[in-house]
Every structure is written in C-alpha cells, then in structure tokens.
C-alpha cells in the first residue's frame, strides 16, 4: 500500500514527511552532509540528527564518515544504503522488451535483461501484460531478487501516452488507463510515459545533453520520437502528449502515413520506412551489398548501417535522403526552441556522421545562421539502453519535477 503523509496522524505525519525529504535529497543528490541537509530540508540540526539516527537504525541511511573540511571541523557524510530497496524500470519497445533493477544509487543490479518483445505480434493486451509479469518474475529470479524488494517501476511504451498515463496506441483500454492497469498487475505504484520522452531524461541526466537546460532529443528507430528537455526539466504539453516529431508534415511527400495522414517524416526517415525503402529496391534488382549481409533474414536498420558502413553506394543514400528529411524537421525545432543540444539517438545513433552530415548541411541550408550556430548536433553515447535507463528518470521525475505528487521512496 502507497502510504501518503495524509494517511498518518500527528506527530507520524511530521516524522514521515522529514523522513521522506530526507530520503528525497539523498537519492537527488547521492551524499550530503547533516548542514548540507539543513539547508536543504529548512529542518535544525537537532531534528536532522535525530531523523538521520532513525534512518540508520531503519536501514535506509549510512554513515560515510567524514567528508572534506570546508574550514572547521570535517562534517560526516550520509547516503542511503543503495540496497535499502529497489526501482523497476521497464522499456516494452516495439521489437524488444527490456528489463533492469536499480539500486538507490541508480546503478543497475547485475545486468539490462533483453526479451522478445509481443507489442506487434497481435497478441492481446492481456496476454502482453501477463507476459511482462512473467519476464519480470525470471528477470527477479534470475538476479535473486525478491519481489518485495521492488518499491516502484517506471515503464516506457511507444505511441500516444497522455499524463494520467492513458495510451491511445498500444496497451488501449475503454475504462482503465495502462498505467492502473499495470499498478493493479503489479502491486507497486508505476509511473509511465512515452519512449522518447524517458530517452531524454536519460540523455539530461547521463549522456551527451546532461545538465544542458535546454535540449532536444530525436530518437529514430522503428518509428521516430522526440523527447524536449525545456528550462532543465521534461516539457510534455498540455496533457502529456508533446514531442511528436515524425508526424510533422515534410515538404514534397505525398505517402499516406500508418497515422491516417499524409506526408508525415515518419514515411520517409523512420527505420521501418528505410527498410521498406530498402525492400522495394532489392526486388527491383538494385546493386547492394546489403541482402548478402542479411542471407536468408529480413533487412533491419542495423544491416543498412551496416552496409553504408561498409561503403555501399546504395545504403549509403537511404541514410542520406533520410538524414536530409529528418535535417528539415529539426530546422523547424531549431527555429522554434533555440536548443543548446540537439541529441540524434535511437538505433540511427550507429550510422554516426552518415546520418548527421546530412542533417548538418540542411541545417545550413534551411536555418537562420545565428540559431543554427548556437545549437550543437551530438550522437547520443547511450546506445540501444538509453531508454531503460530513463526509466529510472520517470520514478526521479515523480519525486523531484511534480511537487504534488504524493509517491516516495520511504
């Protein structure tokens, strides 16, 4: 059961909700000093200290012994006990299901464990959901984790998710938002949002756009997403459901989207739209190297990667003429958002400058120079984890971006 500070009475209530900042603060910031939580808390220091002796008799906080002076005498350091318990975090992408455990250090407990993913097999939402129940009992097997050792889990679905956690693309229900649903499966309190929103939180908080106030991320795999990192924290819209970029409408395209609209960049920039770019010229007998690369298995993203790699003419301008499509969407962005940062991540990551030399000369082609100059291009250095790490940041943003919210760690 979720225990909220309103469920407590008197002084209990005053104690849960010191404790809770406490725990708060430490987990945010990872090691502090009892003035540091002072400050940080407006507690005095006799209240801190009793609190602190409390948490540590209880198992949450440890004493790091002392710290560096700061011109008096060296003051002791806390942190929580990482292992006092555990955040879930979850990515159902579209191919692949992936599982990890955190400890309170944000670190993951053994290894990121990678399923077969459902979500497009034409199973129902039943069966998904129980098959994540069952990846995620191995997962705790296998690590030898209890399940009452897991506090919260964070999901990261794609398609549509507004912000009471209620999906209008996959995980669809008439009465129940994916997010009950999962909490009453699970027995845990969950916290979900959109793939590409958790991979910027990931990119904000580990990768090549942490601590940058203001940053853009695109992810292309699959399907293409966008994930606003606006003033340091998350920028989702009116309900939840910003950011998405490959439904913009490009220039010159006349395909009908998968969407129902026509001349989306996902027809043209996606990974499946490359790959069924791909598809169309081989059995036209084009000369690339990339069936040979695949044999008798079906073409992905990777396999053109691959092959552009490996200086195929053909692969080589599926990336460029994707590159130059996706270059005009993020000249828009640019326009728009004056980013510091604007991150390229997804599995498109791996093609490295095939991809963003094209971006980069339409940006000189299509943005004012001044904006174009003040926003810098990255690769993202997460990889293909990027988004299971953000999970984690989907449980922090609960706790440190919506002053409302009632979850805590205690």
Known sequence: MLTTKNSLPGLKEKRYQQKKDIISFLYKMGELSKPEICRLTNMTTP??????EELIDEGWVTDQGQGASIGGKRPHIFSLNPDATYIMGVDVGRIHLKIAIFNLRKEVI???????SL???????EENIRYIREKINQTLSELNIPYSKIKVAGFAIPGLIDSDGTSYTYFTYENNS??????KELGIPV????????????????????????????????????GM????????????????????????LSEQCYCGKIGCLETVASGRSIVKAANEAITKNVTTAIRTLTGEKEITLSTIIKAARQDDIFAIDLLQNAGEKIGEGISTLIHLFNPQVLVVGGEIADAGELITMPIQQILNKYTLTRLKNQCEIKLSNLNSHSTIMGTLMVVMKNLYYDSDSNFSLY
């Open 47 to 52: 209240t801190i200290s009793r609190m602190i």
């Open 110 to 116: 053994g290894e990121i464990k990678v399923y077969s």
């Open 229 to 252: 990192i606006l003033n340091s924290q998350p920028y989702t819209g009116y309900k939840g459901m910003a950011g998405e970029f490959g439904h913009i409408r490009i220039s010159g």
């Open 119 to 125: 979500l497009e097999e034409g199973k129902t939402n």
């Open 178 to 183: 994916v997010k009950q649903v999962l909490e």
């Open 191 to 226: 916290f979900i949002d959109n793939d590409s929103k958790i991979m910027a939180m990931a990119e904000h908080t580990f990768g090549v756009a942490k601590g940058i106030p203001h940053a853009l991320c695109i992810s292309v795999n699959e399907c293409i997403g966008l």
